[in-house]
């Protein structure tokens, strides 16, 4: 299991492309990978997406790497793994989904040019993680 945030560049107002790059990459990765299926959730904030994805080892470095490189830092910026996780005995998704979450842009907590890293990275990355968890929980419960 892979995390990841990254910031969305200012310039992309429509959140559809975003979710249509994905779409676009996940079925490059699988077809790369044949027969391991990716799952996972993209939520997307008004500044930041947090990405879960749930693959073998060697479909997960693909998908980071390729969302290091250049098309993907046309849409986010600051990318930075939170977490990565390797033999996970059970899959918390069933398929791979976009949730866009605050409709509302709202004024970022970071000023533009300040990295993730540091003390602010050791008091977000916890806290993420445990929100992540218990929304992955709740999400697997609701009924589809």
């Not at 996970?88 to 998704?93: D, K, S, V």
């Not at 602010?120 to 419960?141: G, T």
Request: charged content about 25%.
């Amino acid at each position: 299991r892979l995390v990841y945030i990254g910031r969305i560049n200012a310039f992309l107002s429509d959140r559809r492309e975003l979710q249509t790059f994905f779409e676009k990459s996940i079925r490059s990765w699988q077809s790369k990978h044949q027969g391991e299926a990716v799952t996972g959730l993209l939520m997307a904030l008004p500044d930041y997406v947090i990405h879960i994805l749930e693959s073998s080892q060697e479909t997960l470095l693909t998908a980071i790497q390729d969302t290091m490189r250049s098309a993907s830092k046309e849409r986010l910026s600051h990318v930075r793994v939170v977490a990565w996780a390797s033999a996970i005995p059970n899959r918390l998704y069933q398929q791979w989904s976009m949730r866009q979450l605050g409709s509302v842009k709202q004024e970022s907590a970071l000023p533009d040019d300040e990295d993730l890293s540091g003390e602010l990275m050791e008091k977000l990355v916890p806290e993420v993680l445990q929100n992540l968890l218990q929304l992955s929980l709740h999400l697997v419960k609701v009924p589809k």
